[in-house]
């Protein structure tokens, strides 16, 4: 998708408007920090952290690791001996010190347009305070993992905010995961406590949220895994609980949000009635108005955890990404400062959803640490109508604006004018994450939606590297339409060979790191020898990303996407194995292989092969099923576009499914390279007579 060469005319400038006051204005300028931030990292990022409050400063380096498995275990450690509270930091201190109580910390725009809420920092600072002390009543304490799973809503970032309060660990889980996956990492990291809310609604679509949530408790206790409270947001309607219960709550004033929340009652959908079991679900609302909203921040170390959030493995089994406070919550402020170049008087949006890692560092930490201002969106780029992005940035007249490719990709076939019966003069600097993006879109987003004064920051990171590791700056670097350019500040990528040697200039091959940056994961949680496996064994000394990446003449970078066994849909990664293990999971299927094919929207769509057992008829009813039991499994992001009837599966004559030829034939390329190793190539033939040509 990504040109193998970008000519020298095609590289772009934003608008002269956009270096005035910049932080980082030129190229040179860029540079120079950037040297300044690989040779002298320590001072670097110690002028970073004195924007910060410690309750004791630290002792001894700023970072100290080990990246080699030859010489000894794996470690990043940030400012050892210092303490602090990354809450404290993104919420006090702009109340207290930065005197921006009155400003506003979220726009809350809902699913259905004129449901609204807008927060200051000093009302979210009191429900968060206030929510800590929930948190704590119900026993909750330093070091204990929370599972939240919630909707896009203000109080899930309240929710985030507390446990980081007192010192409790969040683990969010994307409020699109089935019960199966909110169970399986909710046992793995031995959560105490659940928070979720009764439902939500995606466009005309209701999400009964609460339903999943009592599944995934049911199943936890099915594995000898007892949660004993969850605490439920009534979003749809305070009412719901109170009036399908046995014993009702008790209805009492709530100080916190309620002034602002009559927007939140559904008047055009229907509420769902939520089961309740007093035993163990509590109401939101009701405990709230039995906790003061005074609560001292519990004072942690900088390498205590902050967050675990999951992410695919190749093995099919999600990784829990730990993160830890100081080196988390410094790279995430600087990385939205100067990446997005924000400005006081900023309007900030970014439309990811908080359960993924891009909302967590630059819709919460990153922009609250800089006291920004954002929209916090609910809802889909596609309802009521395509055009909903471009009235919302009318509304608040946002500057710098944050989406997904497949989001571009999926608005650029309505074509032009349902973006121009917007303004969008607001708009200053755009964004792109999550998967490489086609310079088609590129351009689109560039000339359509900034009206080509906007720099495009396309940023290239993962769930493992915290924030933003290669990346335009907008006024800084010229940018090329699909390239991610160059690193951020304290970040060394190198390209290697398949025998790990270092390739110089013009060259492609594995993306990898060679030294930390504060934001860097510290293990996966519980088992640090995976974290090691994964992505450091391969090429000791160095931090593997799994992604490809080609350098052009020009010392630009070109992500080329992922080289292990990932699939990027939608910006989501999915592990084939996870797939792979759904559909084995049913009776009817002896054996999967799924791989991804070309997708003109979500990038790469799901097509899978089923090899049946002996005597089972491939049919619609089996399709149907097949589908559900992997949205069942995994969640409605992993449902397969294709399934195939496969008798058999193209194999080496080790017994090695060869994927390479699986991709070709789901993607209907006859050039199928050497299959010389092919234990039975009549196979493949079979298979292409059978392919799917279009989803069903
Ligand atoms: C892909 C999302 C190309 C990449 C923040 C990476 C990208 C994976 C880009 C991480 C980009 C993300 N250009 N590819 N700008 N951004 N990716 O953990 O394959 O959900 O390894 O984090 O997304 O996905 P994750």
Known sequence: MIPDKAPKDDVFHGAEEIRSGAHVPTFEKYKEMYMQSVQDPDKFWGDMAKEFFWKTKHNGRFLDYNFDVTKGDIFIKCMEGASTNVCYNVLD????????????????????????????????????????????????????????????????????????????VHSIVFAGFSAESLCERIVDSQCSLLITADGFYRGDKL????????????????????????????????????????????????????????????????????????????????????????????????????????????TGKPKGVLHTISGYMIYTAATFKLVFDHRPDDIYWCTADIGWITGHSYITYGPLANGATSVLFEGLPTYP?????????????????????TAIRLLMKYGSE??????????????????????????????????????????????????HVMTPLPAATPMKPGSATFPFFGVVPAILN????????????????????????????????????????????????????????????????????????????????????????????????????????????LYCFVTLCDGVIFN???????????????????????????????KTRSGKIMRRVLRKIASGERDLGDISTLADS???????????CSAV
């Open 682 to 692: 009549s196979v493949v033939e079979q298979l292409f007579q059978n392919r799917c």
């Open 385 to 405: 109508d395509v055009s909903r992005m471009w009235q919302i940035v009318d509304k608040y007249h946002v500057s710098k604006f944050y989406t997904a490719p």
């Open 498 to 605: 398949e025998s790990g040697e270092e390739l110089e200039g013009t060259s492609e091959g594995y993306l990898v790191f060679k030294q930390p940056w504060p934001g860097v994961m510290r293990t996966v949680y519980g088992n640090h020898g995976r974290f090691e496996s994964t992505y450091f064994k391969k090429f000791p000394g160095y931090y593997v990303t799994g992604d490809g990446c080609r350098r052009d003449e020009d010392g630009y970078y070109w992500i080329t996407g992922r080289i292990d066994d990932m699939l990027n849909v939608s910006g989501h990664l999915l592990s084939t194995a996870e797939v792979e293990s759904a559909l084995v999971g049913h009776e009817a299927v002896a054996e999967a292989a799924v791989v991804g094919r070309p997708h003109p929207v979500k990038g790469e769509s």
């Open 207 to 314: 999400i009964n949220l609460k339903l999943l949530a009592d599944e995934a408790v049911q199943k936890c206790r099915d594995k000898g895994f007892s949660l004993e409270t969850c605490i439920v947001l009534k979003h749809l309607s305070k009412e719901a609980p109170e009036t399908s219960l046995s014993s009702p709550p008790a209805k009492r004033p709530c100080p916190d949000l309620q002034e602002t929340e009559t927007g939140r009652v559904r008047k055009t959908h229907p509420v769902p009635q939520v089961p309740w079991n007093p035993k163990v679900d509590k109401c939101w609302h009701t405990l709230m108005c039995e906790v003061s909203d005074e609560c001292e921040p519990e004072w942690c170390a900088s390498e205590d955890p902050l967050f675990i959030l999951y992410t695919s493995g190749s």
């Open 418 to 467: 349902p973006v121009h019966k917007y303004k969008r003069d607001s708009l200053k600097v755009l964004g792109t994450v999550g998967e490489p993006i086609n310079p088609e879109a590129w351009q689109w987003y560039f000339t359509v939606v900034g009206d080509s004064r906007c720099p495009i920051v396309d940023t290239f990171w993962q769930t493992e590297t915290g924030g």
């Open 620 to 650: 619609r009813t089996l399709e149907a099923q097949l589908k559900k039991q992997v949205r069942e499994k995994i969640g409605a992001i992993a449902t397969p576009d294709f399934i195939q009837d496969a008798p058999a599966l193209p």
């Open 93 to 168: 201190r702009n109340v207290h010190d930065r005197k921006l109580g009155d400003k506003v910390a979220f726009f809350w725009e809902g699913n259905e347009p004129g449901d609204e809420l807008t927060v200051t920092y000093r009302e979210l600072l009191n429900s968060v305070c206030r929510f800590a002390n929930v948190l704590k009543s119900q026993g909750v304490k330093k070091g204990d993992r929370v599972a939240i799973y919630m909707p896009m809503v203000v109080e899930l970032v309240v929710a985030m905010l507390a446990c980081a309060r007192i010192g409790a």
